[in-house]
Structures are given as C-alpha cells and as structure tokens.
C-alpha cells in the first residue's frame, strides 16, 4: 500500500552571473496525494515535465519533500530511506549497473546487498532470468549489451528482493515491443502476487494494458485520480490517447 498525502515539491536553483544572479524556483510537484492499493496497478500519466518521475522519486526516498508525507507499505517515509528502500523496487531510467559486471555478478552482488539468504537469492534471481529472457546474455558484461538488455537487467535488479511496493518509471521506455511485453507480463504477475504496483507513463496504450487505478498529473498538480474503469466510462473522446489530451488541455 502507498498513502501519499499533499506532497510537495520544489526546486530552487541559482541562474545567471555576478549582480544578475536570481533564485528561480520550480514547484515541481504541488500537494499531490492518492492512494495504491496492493493488487492492483496504479498508473501514474503526464505530459513531459508533469512530476512524475519526481513525485515517485520522492515515494522511494530518493529526493525528500518539501512538505507533505508518504506512508510505503506501513513505513513513513520520513523516518529514513532504509527501511523504505527494503520494501520498495524501484526502477528508473538512471538505475545504476556496473558496466564490468554481467547479469550473474549484478543480482548476486544486489541480493547481497540486500541481505538474501543464497538459496534464495539462486532462485529469485533464476525465476527473474528465465521470465525476462535473460539467460541467453547472463555472462556477457554490462558494458558491451544493448539498451533493452540493460533494461532487463535493471528490472531483475529492482526486483531480487522480491519487495511487496514496485515503483516504475515508464518501464517500457526506448524497449522493442517483444521485450516490452515481457515487462508488462511480470508486472501483470506481480500484480498476481498481491504487490503494490505503481508505474508512470505517457503512453495511453501501455497505460490500456495494465491499468487498474489511474491518476493524472500536469503542471505537478493532479487533474484526475479515479478507476481507469471509470476513466473509459466516462471518455467524451473517440479513444483513449484523445481523451489524455484532451484533459490535460481543458486543466
Ligand atoms: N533536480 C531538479 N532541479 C530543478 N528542477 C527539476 C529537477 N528535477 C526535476 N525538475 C523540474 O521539475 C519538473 C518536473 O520534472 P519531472 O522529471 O518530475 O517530470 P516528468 O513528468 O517525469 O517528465 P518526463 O515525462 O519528461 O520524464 C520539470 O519542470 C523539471 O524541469
């Protein structure tokens, strides 16, 4: 479960130079609050620059808030990033991988990390590389894969420790549709599995595929938050792409 309530976020930044030195500041995110529910896939959709991948960094206590709070699987947030970090797997386009490691090192030295018992750790990480297509390239070293290879294997990195909170931001970003679709399908069982599952787009058909409780942020301030049930119920437009824009222009 995540509970996140008025959570608020802005950037303060120093431009020019000498005496025309100014402060500019971004209110990135602007009390944003909702609710993900386990069991169910949360998807969180906006234009570029909307405050999405700020918002779930701030969910994964990467970045703190400027006010409001989070409440991840029972942890406040606030109380430091630990023991958030052990219930969450968190994916962004900048997880890091160690570009002399191969797949084999990369989730024995995160299972480590995170302290997993070794036959548990052999067979989270052979459950992973099998669901994801991964054995084929397990000795090849980071350094030398393509994108989506790498995708992969942050996937299987963010989610060794089997956490009962997944935080995706835009997972099918810059994949081929045949690797997208086995992202989609282990975020499906994940959901399966009972987990909190939240994930960002600005893809309305990935959206389409996944999405049970659907939120959308423009300019850091949330102009929908309902059932994507709902969503489609209630759409003036001919599709689900035109309905998007249609609601983030009319906001
Ligand atoms: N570290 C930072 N310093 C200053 N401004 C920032 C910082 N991070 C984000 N911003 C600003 O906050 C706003 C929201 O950015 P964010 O990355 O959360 O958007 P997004 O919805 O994830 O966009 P995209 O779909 O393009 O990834 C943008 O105006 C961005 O320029």
């Known amino acids: 479960m995540i509970q996140i309530n008025k959570l608020t976020k802005s950037f303060t930044s120093k431009t020019g130079k000498g005496f025309k030195k100014e402060t500019v500041t971004v209110n990135a995110v602007n009390e944003v609050s909702f609710e993900c529910k386990p069991g169910r896939i949360f998807s969180l959709l906006g234009p570029n620059g909307a405050g999405k991948t700020t918002t779930l960094r701030m969910i994964a206590g990467i970045i703190n808030p400027t ?30 991988l160690y570009e002399r490691l191969n797949p084999d090192e990369t989730l024995d030295f ?38 989506g290879m790498k995708q992969k294997v942050s996937i299987a990195r963010t989610l060794i420790h089997n956490p009962e909170v997944l935080i995706f931001d835009e997972p099918t970003s810059g ?77």
Do not use: W
């Not at 006010?67 to 386009?93: H, P, W």
């Not at 679709?181 to 599995?193: G, T």
């Open 67 to 96: 006010s409001g709070s989070a409440i991840v699987d029972g942890v406040d947030i606030s109380q430091g990033n630990n023991e958030v970090k052990k219930r969450i797997g968190f994916l962004t386009g900048s997880t890091g």
């Open 110 to 147: 995160f299972g480590k990390l995170f302290k997993l018992p070794e036959r548990e750790l052999k067979e989270r990480k052979e459950y992973l590389f099998e669901k994801l297509g991964i054995n084929e390239f397990r000795k090849k070293r980071m350094g030398q894969m393509s994108t």
């Open 175 to 251: 994949l081929d549709v045949i690797t997208a679709d086995s992202i989609i399908d282990l975020i499906r069982e994940s959901k399966a599995d009972n987990k909190t599952v939240i994930f960002s787009s600005h893809i309305m058909s990935e959206v389409d595929l996944l999405c049970d409780d659907l939120a959308i942020i423009n300019k850091g301030s949330i102009i929908y938050n309902d059932t994507f049930d709902n969503f489609k119920r209630d759409m003036k437009a001919d599709n689900l792409t035109q309905e998007f824009i249609n609601r983030v222009k009319e906001a």
